[in-house]
């Protein structure tokens, strides 16, 4: 069930994230459509990223290839060492289930579930057991501070409660990188200083986080900056960062 | 494929989601429910009538032929107006040659049947007077109660004894004991031998009415008294005289009502009966005979009940299909309202067939649910139908299996397009979804 740590065997300076000139085109007809130019980048273990850009800067796009959730047109995307474009949908759903955490804007819990359940989703396709899934799932809603809620709707929490279940049901299966889109767009500003304070606590405890983002509070709370216009890598910066 | 931790799983939340749209839920399972139901009840339906027909004909005995009198239809309008008496019917010869023909055959010959009244002490009853022979009892459907049949010899020596049935037995002795009692029917003595009672429901007579022209008239009769057919012949002669009608006056004469030739074996029924029809139509000028062999009866029984279980089969196909196409449509309607629902689960590692289960299951849970419900409301309206209509119904088990199996195809089969389609369902596409 948890993630055994490949890059022992690879060996740690390897990246978890490589990308070889990733390209992503979509086609409309006969006109091919390039969102993504010919990518490169390495991301670390324990690094704390986030990538900005604006609106069509292709940022949307590089975030769903790094979850798996597409597949790229052109390139290379090593996940710890393993090329994602060459695999089937099945695999891919493994992978994203095992060793991505998807943390949305707009929270994306299922409305029917409880808290509790909406947890265990993702530890439910990774065939983990009742028992354990139901042990984990309450482990991470106390480590969230929602261990009183668990048999309430997501439609009863506030916006911030949300999001931290929705974080406590990313982080279940202890996945390799955590993918965040926006995560605090919609949130009220005291909701959301507390999402990227459990986002800093998390990259101090050694997860590697990747954040899209417009705000350039967030930008500077991580270590490394990625800035993307027109399906290219602008700039890098390095940021102070909390870590 | 799937661990039964997963089927449990999934089953919880199919109930969930389909418990939050209750309302749906019940309205697309009405149809299976209903299609169900009347599968299972017209089944019942068809299967009481159908028992019913054949054990009556059964009744009948399988190898027996059975030879009745039948009024020529051309007789009474014709050769009345030069003939006073009309002759026709079967006749003790042609008894004697069936037994002659087919040696290994049982022959039973009974007189016509004629209304009496029996009298009793101060009591009086309208009967059935039928003559007969001894070993009539062992191709009737009657059992001995009390005494005797008629004997050999009451045969012989044309004894005025009599056997009744258990109507007789009640209605004109009440509590007397009626054995060695003497009834007077039209001013003879006869002495009662035994109390038989018939086995059958209905009479040959009843079951056959449809297939007779002029049944014999047996209403209002309290019951039958056998006598022996010699003394029936004697006493009664085989000329009966009925005032009325445009011509006055019109005589009959029929010697035997009805003949049963009982063959060996199965195998023997139908080319004896050629035999005996090839002998009747030798000595009778004019159809005045019918032969009913149970066997055919039961034969074209069980085709037309497979003819009918046809049609009910295709209209219960067609209920189905419609409650099948509005399940469908249902499950296409909750697939694209959960769009959202599919990519989240999509983007938290659940596969493409993770998904089909999902919604299948919901399918499934909806068609079993309805085929259950359907299933009870199919086994109380046979039992009303019996109840109110009168009727029999027989509930069998291969109907309940049947629709419940078709509900359960027809779940399978119109919940797997819509929840591949959920499957195939771009999982970015489907996470921005509203």
Redo the contacts between chains.
Sequence with gaps: MAYTNTSEKTGSCQAVVQLKNLCKSYFLGHSELPVLREINLDFYRGQYVSIMGPSGSGKSTLLNLLGCLDRPTGGKYLLDGLDISEMDDDTLSGIRGKQIGFIFQSFNLIPQLNIIENIEVSLYYQQVHKIQRRQRAEELANRVGLGDRLKHRPSELSGGQQQRVAIARALANDPLILLADEPTGNLDSKSGHEILEMLDELHSGGKTILVVTHDLNIASRTQRSIHMLDGRIERQTVNGGSG | MI?L??FT?IVQ?SL??LW?HRMRSILTMLGIIFGVSSVIAMLAIGEGASREAQARIARLGSTNIILKTVKPPQQTATDTTQQSIAIYGLTYDDAERFRITIPDAQVVAQSKIISQKAYYRNRVLAVELVGTVAWYPELAPIELNRGRFLSASDQRYSETVCVIDRNVADNLFVIDDPVDMDIKIAGNYYRVVGVVSETRVQSTEDMLETRVGSPPDTAGAGGRIYIPITTMKSRFGETAIQFGGSSGMLGEKVELSEITVRVPNIERVLPTRDVLEGILSRFHKQQDYQVVVPLELLREAIRSKRIFSIVLGSIAAISLLVGGIGIMNIMLATVSERT??I????????????IVFQFLSETLLLTLTGGLLGMALGAIIPIAVTYFGKMPTVITSEAMLLSFSISAAVGLTFGLYPAVKAANMD??ES?RHE
Excluded: F, N, T
């Excluded at chain 2, 989240?344 to 659940?350: D, E, M, P, S, V």
């Design positions: 661990s931790m997963q799983s939340v969930r989601s939050l959202r629902e990519g989240i689960r999509r983007a938290l590692g659940a596969k493409k067939q993770d999982p970015i996470l």
